[in-house]
């Protein structure tokens, strides 16, 4: 009389060879992302600085922070953090968001230097300044 065990199934060897390819491509993709992902290289004995791009949050009725410095050429990107709608106009008209509801984000980019005075059209006693030297 045959004892009979039950059987484990058995993977082809198909089965085996996808893993052992998804497993490879995952390995591949990371380290190519891990390269892509590092500062850029500087001399031994001196330090690069990668700046982070200016970020203003809007909470509060208020500018955060209410004054903000940056070279020509930087992009700013002010971000509603409020539960009510809010707008980044400049005093001169030179930019103006639309109406940000809560989470929305508005991006400039200052190609000359100055001082630009922006207000919240909606709210005109929330004021801020970009200085772009």
Known sequence: METMYPSTPRRSRWSHGLTVASI???????????????????????????????????HDFQFTPATVTVPVGTT???????????????????????GLDPGGVFSYTFASAGSYTYFCSLHPHMTATVIVK
């Open 24 to 58: 490879l491509a995952l390995v591949v993709a990371s380290s190519t992302f891990a390269a892509a992902q590092k500062t850029p290289s500087a001399p031994p004995g001196r330090v690069v600085k990668v700046a982070a791009a200016p970020q203003v949050e809007i």
């Open 76 to 98: 700013v990107t002010w971000t509603n953090r409020d539960d009510t709608l809010h707008t980044v106009t400049e005093a001169n008209r030179r930019f103006a968001s639309p």
